[in-house]
């Protein structure tokens, strides 16, 4: 396992596309930890002129650098704080994204027979629904929160991997280090966990970067059509009330440009890290 994890580890410094979408990343994350130092106002405080009046649609300036919404609140500090709820949905979604869809596929792929027929079938079922209607749906009966849009990306999301890593392992129980390791005695569950599962890493780690910029392409759908969590700031929020209040008309591009950007960029950003890590596991793309 130890020879992946460098491999892993190493291609973002071999390939430009993989070491770009983890610097986005970063920038991305330390934005996050250091959202109370880069924006010490209250996202959410509704914010007066020193006259008394409501500080509403105040243009950019250098006390607010993006100008403040229709309620006064700073478009800047939501624009910093909306990263945090990013992240918090794009990892949550990746992490049970890569986990079950590694182990479905692993199961499926090495037991084969009806397990893989039951598994591949619930796959299909999943992979039938529409995808957001699906995320609409659930979060109207759950109740629109953060956790509940990362289950309902988590249930969609995770068959894409479970079929790619099934497919890979197919191949990967007939290699010779696989039946040595079944003469030596060893149980299916370690030659599948310690034998096999190093193997297909890469794979999971290419679907967990596709599912951060799902999920937060989601989450800004969901929020952009009010069944957001209304207790935090996010990007999708941002737009929802820059539509609301006619901010295109009014010309307050400040409000909706920037969070749109951040969305793309973290988007992107994924696809970036996903290209760079299919050499990882298809050494034939190299010099292609």
């Not at 880069?38 to 008394?52: K, R, V």
């Not at 704080?81 to 986990?99: D, E, K, N």
């Not at 190093?198 to 937060?216: Q, R």
Request: hydrophobic share 55%.
């Amino acid at each position: 396992m130890l020879p992946v994890l460098k491999r892993i580890a190493a291609m973002p410094l071999k390939d430009p596309f993989a070491f770009t979408g983890l610097l986005i990343y970063l920038l991305f994350a330390l934005v996050a930890i250091f959202a109370e130092q880069l924006a010490p106002i209250d996202p959410m405080e509704i914010l007066f002129t020193s006259a008394g009046k409501l500080a509403a649609n105040v243009p950019p300036s250098a006390e607010f650098p993006l100008g403040t919404t229709n309620l006064g609140r700073d478009i800047y500090a939501q624009l910093v704080y909306g990263t945090r709820s990013a992240l918090a949905v794009g990892l949550s979604a990746a992490i049970i994204v890569a986990t079950v869809g590694t182990i479905v596929g692993l199961v499926a792929g090495y037991f084969g027979g009806t397990t893989d027929a039951v598994l591949m079938r619930i796959a299909d079922m999943a992979l039938s629904l529409p995808f957001l209607p699906f995320v609409i749906v659930l979060t109207g009966f759950l109740g629109a929160s953060t956790s509940n849009i990362v289950l309902a990306v988590a249930v969609l999301l995770w068959p894409n991997s479970a079929r790619v890593i099934r497919s890979q392992v197919l191949t990967l129980r007939e290699r010779a280090y696989v039946e040595a390791a079944r003469v030596t005695g060893a149980s299916a569950w370690r030659i599948l966990f310690v034998h096999i599962a190093p193997n297909i890493l890469p794979l999971s780690f290419v679907y967990a970067a596709i599912a951060i910029g799902w999920a937060i392409i989601t989450e800004a759908s969901v929020s952009f059509l009010g069944f957001g969590d209304s207790t935090s700031v996010s990007w999708g929020s941002m737009l929802q009330d820059a539509f609301a209040s006619q901010a295109l008309s009014r010309g307050q591009y400040a409000w909706f440009v920037p969070p749109g950007i951040c969305i793309i960029l973290i988007v992107v950003a994924g696809f970036f890290i996903s290209r760079g890590y299919e050499e990882v596991f298809m050494p034939r793309l190299r010099g292609r």
